[in-house]
Structures are given as structure tokens and as C-alpha cells.
């Protein structure tokens, strides 16, 4: 048996997610799904200011563990002063082992939808790792100068854990005071191996 309720009554019940006509049964929403195994192609970077700038980058194999090359790109507008080392921060939590002979500090040819990126000539430069694998410093033979595209080829092996990691650029300037100054990170995101 139902009594009048009034229209303000009534939308305060709906709203709760009352159904009179059941005798107060709560309505179910439908359940929400996502499809976690599938990458939808979509890539998420940071907005530029002046205290976060995003810089350019090309992962071979964004799934973890999978073996990989990372190219860290460095563009001409990226730098304004010529290259005497650069510092890569590692993020603490990125668990792959980074050997320092296979780093390389090259000229690029950034790629896009009709060519790949790849490392078009070696500058000759030496590259080392911290012995808790938190920064690769690289210094190159010869300061490396501005106008053209650089960047770092890393091959090694994803970390097993999936995520986001953000590798920051720091570099050194030829001068009298040896100050390295920070040029932008590449946020990576890495996803499950399914």
C-alpha cells in the first residue's frame, strides 16, 4: 500500500536511490569495467612551465621486462648552450639494470609516423653509471655543440615493475664555473607484461 508522498518528497527518495514501487530497494548503478590489458595508444605528458619542461623521447618496448632501447632526446630548442656532460637522474624505484656500456651519446634523427628515431652518428664520449644506479653521467670527448638534435640510446631490460618514471636532464656547460643546469625530464611509462 503506498501513501502520497509529495513531488519534493519523491525526487529526495529517487535521488537516494529509492524505488517506492519495490518498497525501498536500493537501485544498483551498472558495474563500471575497464580493460587494464590493453594499451589504448593514448600517452599522458606534463604541460611545460618554467619549473618542469618535457622533453622528446622513443621507447622500443614499453612493456615491462621486455628488452628495450631508449632514446632521450635532447632537441636543438631543448639546450642553448653547448654540451660539456650530462647528467640523467634515475628514479629510485626503477628497477633494471643500466650498464654503462651500452649508453650512447649520439645525433638524432627524432622519428615520427614515417620514420623510426634512431642514433644517426656516435659522438665519442664516456658514459658512467652510479653504483646504486641513481644517475648516468656522460662526458663527451669534445663539448658537443648546439643546433642539431642529441640524445642518449640506453639498451637494457624494463624493470618488472610497471609505472611511471621520470629520468631529469641536468647538463654543464663549458665555463668558469662548472654548474650543470637542469634542461627537462622524460616521463616513461611502463606497462604490465600480460
Known amino acids: 500500500m503506498l501513501r502520497s508522498i509529495r ?3 519523491l525526487g529526495a527518495a529517487l535521488a537516494c536511490g529509492l524505488s517506492l514501487a519495490t518498497g525501498l530497494t536500493a537501485l544498483q548503478p551498472p558495474a563500471a569495467r575497464a580493460d587494464v590489458g590493453n594499451s589504448s595508444g593514448f600517452e599522458f ?3 611545460s612551465d618554467k ?3 618535457k622533453l622528446w623521447y622513443h621507447v622500443s618496448s614499453g612493456r615491462a621486462t621486455n628488452r628495450s632501447d631508449y ?3 635532447l632537441g636543438p630548442k631543448d ?3 653547448a654540451l660539456l656532460k650530462l647528467a640523467i637522474s634515475v628514479p629510485k624505484d626503477f628497477d633494471a639494470y643500466i650498464d654503462p ?3 650512447q651519446l649520439c645525433y638524432m634523427l627524432r622519428g615520427g609516423v614515417t620514420r623510426k628515431t634512431e642514433c644517426q652518428e656516435v659522438i665519442p664520449a664516456l658514459a658512467e653509471v652510479s653504483k646504486d644506479g641513481s644517475a648516468i653521467e656522460i662526458f663527451p670527448n669534445q663539448p658537443v655543440p648546439v643546433g642539431r638534435s642529441i640524445g642518449v640510446r640506453i639498451q637494457l631490460t624494463n624493470p618488472y615493475s610497471p609505472g611511471m618514471y621520470q ?3 641536468l647538463a654543464q656547460a663549458p665555463g668558469d664555473v662548472p654548474i650543470s643546469g637542469y634542461l627537462g625530464s622524460w616521463v616513461i611509462e611502463i606497462s604490465p607484461n600480460e
Open 71 to 73: 632514446y632521450l632526446v
Open 7 to 9: 513531488p519534493r518528497q
Open 51 to 53: 619549473e618542469f619542461r
Open 101 to 103: 656500456k651500452r649508453i
Open 167 to 169: 629520468f631529469n636532464a
Open 79 to 81: 639546450r642553448k648552450t
Open 45 to 47: 605528458r606534463w604541460d
